[in-house]
């Protein structure tokens, strides 16, 4: 379904949230990642959590990542990146150091640039957010995606809630959701 609606569209800046932690977005976004690049698609996974890494852990959380980059510690992007050893064709961008300020840096230009420029070298970019409605993180991220994955956890998402997905929706808030 993923690749029906993306026909005709080159560029595959992908976001997942949810409402809640535990939700599952890390295990979609992996799954999804691992799921591409076994179609034989060029697949970056980026660990936009700055604050719990989650993603990173499936890694081995390397001490260098995007947060580095970000800070300014002129780091090459490529020599922090993890090459998945399972799947050819699919890397993992993981946060590396917790960062005190994790909205300032990924509303920073450099993580705008950053992104656009990995869009050449990349057919999906998968970027694991933080739950929407904790932190703004996931809608500073958002302005430099093409779409929205919005996980929903059976058991874990008060029905009333549905109606806040539909609000996000019709608003626009989150692209493509």
Do not use: W
């Not at 959590?49 to 852990?57: K, Q």
Request: with cysteine; proline share 5%; glycine share 10%.
């Amino acid at each position: 379904n993923l690749e029906f609606m993306n026909r005709g569209s080159s560029n595959h800046v992908i976001i997942t949230t949810s409402f809640k932690p535990g939700s599952g977005k890390t295990f979609v976004t992996s799954n999804l990642g691992a799921a591409l690049s076994i179609k034989g698609f060029k697949v970056l996974l980026v660990d936009g959590d700055l604050r719990h890494a989650s993603l990173s852990s499936l890694v081995g959380s390397p001490k260098k990542g995007l947060s580095n980059y970000l800070s300014g510690e002129g780091i090459d992007i490529n020599s922090v990146m993890v090459k998945v050893e399972e799947y050819d064709s699919l890397t993992i961008l993981p946060v590396g150091t917790i960062p005190p300020n994790p909205s300032e840096l990924v509303g920073s230009r450099q993580f705008a640039e950053l992104i656009g420029s990995l869009k050449g070298e990349y057919d999906y970019i998968l970027i694991d957010c933080p739950p929407f409605n904790i932190v703004a993180d996931t809608q500073i991220i958002s302005e430099i995606a093409d779409r929205t994955i919005f996980i929903v956890r059976s058991g874990m998402l008060d029905k009333v809630m549905i109606h806040e997905i539909e609000d996000i929706y019709s608003k626009g808030t989150l692209k493509k959701i």
